[in-house]
């Protein structure tokens, strides 16, 4: 079946510094992609929606110049976490709907992200 | 706007049967999806509803009434694997999901 693979599992990064998460569609072409934030024992909040060779689409709240996405293939997606903060301290996820099987929406494995 | 219920915490034995509800509006309706997410881990598919009635896939069933908006997700012979947070999600007009707070479930033995 398909999968989406996210990268790092698990990072630690110092404040001010900024981070990359990939998110990768492995044998399907994904030109949508979600990104996902989530906080201990709060459920998923939408980041933003990535679409391949455009801009991101942010929701309300979420700042574009801290958190920049990047569509570059139908591949890959990446969120770059600028300045960290350790507010930013959180659970990541990207999912990527498949384009013709709306039965599933796929996951990546997450990545947490500690900001110290 | 758009709004997904579902009780917070319930609690059930190994071995009997829990359901655990979902109400939801939405702008737009193309499917109701059931997740199920262990702590610290990304959510793994359960189910996925578009017609009414009830789909079963061994342990876990799901079922959905879309003119009352309305699904459960039923869990048999509970084991304590199950202990988990299970989470309810609508995808609207827009294919986006439109996500539940999660329902922990607690298994005893």
């Known amino acids: 079946g398909a999968v989406v693979s996210q990268h790092p599992s698990w990072v630690i990064c110092k404040s001010g510094t900024s981070v990359k998460i990939e998110c990768r569609s492995l044998?399907?072409?994904?030109?949508?992609m979600f990104w996902y934030r989530q906080f201990p024992k709060q459920s998923l909040m939408l980041m933003a929606t990535?679409?391949?060779?455009?801009?991101?689409?942010?929701e309300q709240g979420v700042e574009k110049d801290k958190f920049l996405i990047n569509h570059a293939s139908l591949t890959l997606s990446t969120l770059t976490v600028t300045s960290a903060h350790p507010e930013d301290s959180s659970f990541y996820i990207c999912?990527?709907?498949?384009?013709?099987?709306?039965?599933?929406?796929?996951f990546g494995q997450g990545t947490r992200l500690t900001v110290v | 706007g758009q709004n997904i219920d579902q009780p917070t915490e319930m609690t059930a034995t190994e071995g009997a049967i829990v359901q655990i509800n979902c109400t939801y509006q939405?702008?737009?309706?193309?499917?109701l999806f059931w997740y199920q997410q262990h702590a610290g881990e990304a959510p793994t598919f359960l189910s996925y509803?578009?017609l009414d009635g009830l789909e079963e896939k061994g342990r876990f069933s799901s079922f959905l009434s879309r003119s009352k908006g309305y699904s459960y997700l039923l869990l048999k012979e509970l084991q304590m694997k199950d202990s988990a947070s299970y989470l309810c999600?609508?995808?609207?007009?827009?294919?986006?999901?439109?996500w539940g707070a999660g329902t922990k479930l607690i298994i005893k033995p």
């Open positions: 999912s990527a709907p498949t384009p013709t099987d709306l039965s599933e929406a796929f």
């Open positions: 044998d399907f072409q994904a030109t949508t």
């Open positions: 990535s679409n391949e060779g455009s801009k991101a689409t942010y």
């Open positions: 939405t702008s737009g309706f193309n499917g």
């Open positions: 509803n578009v």
């Open positions: 999600a609508a995808l609207d007009s827009n294919y986006q999901l439109i």
